[in-house]
């Protein structure tokens, strides 16, 4: 397994096991406990996607060394404020079962996002965390933040995949030393990615699957992979991606499959920014 350094010279793994859309806690832990038995050290996981108690329960059971993993998970719109991001870190904590997170990310944009920033600085500076980040934040919301917090985000969570490219997101990131990581990486498995056929083509002549190709190619972009998976062996399958390496000519081929805006959320709009912050996670 590949790591990245992050800018404060934290070791992230370059690939990970998300769990979003996996809120059966019974599902989800077995899904955690496959995913680091085949050797996934990242897990990404959410206080929105409602089985951080399950992530806590397989970790616990993995006999996997504290230190050895790479825990993440995010704090939601609701909980955005100083205090209230506080409050929803330890939450959060308890319900993983942790002394300390190793990313603590800010899930969205929105409401007092600086206020949860300034709370993530100080958990950050006691030891709580050891990376701080954010999700969902385009190139002028990152840049702003990195340009008046006093700690800059170590990670930026958005969506990556072959019909979503954004490459002058990446250049922002690039540009302020921020680690890009990639959510949907699969584009939810919609927009007939794994039938594509340019995929298609390459992953024959790599003798590989079109979701290894998809995973390959971003992280030789640079960009931290969270596939998700509640299968056994495509769990295992998504690991193997560290011994073929796509051609300049097959990056070339992919980077053409761009289709240059998101397919499924469209972060500009009143209706998401509406939508995103009635979705509450507790009363």
Known sequence: METTKLSNGVEMPMEGFGVFQVPEAEVCEQAVCDAIAAGYRLIDTAAAYFNEEAVGAAIKKSGVPRKDLFITTKLWIQDAGYENA?????????????DYLDLYLIHQPMNDYYGSWRAMEELYKTGKIRAIGVCNFYPERLADLCLNAEIAPMVNQVELHPFFQQPGALKTMEEFKVQPEAWGPFAEGKFGIFTNETLSAIAAKHKKTVAQVILRWNVQRGVVVIPKSVHKERIEENLNIWDFTLSDEDMAQIAKLDKGHSEIIDHSTADTAKFLNGW????
Not at 86 to 98: I, N, V, W, Y
Not at 280 to 283: F, L, R, T
């Open 86 to 98: 506080k409050k929803a870190f330890q939450t959060s904590l308890d319900k993983l079962g942790l």
């Open 280 to 283: 509450k996670i507790h009363d």
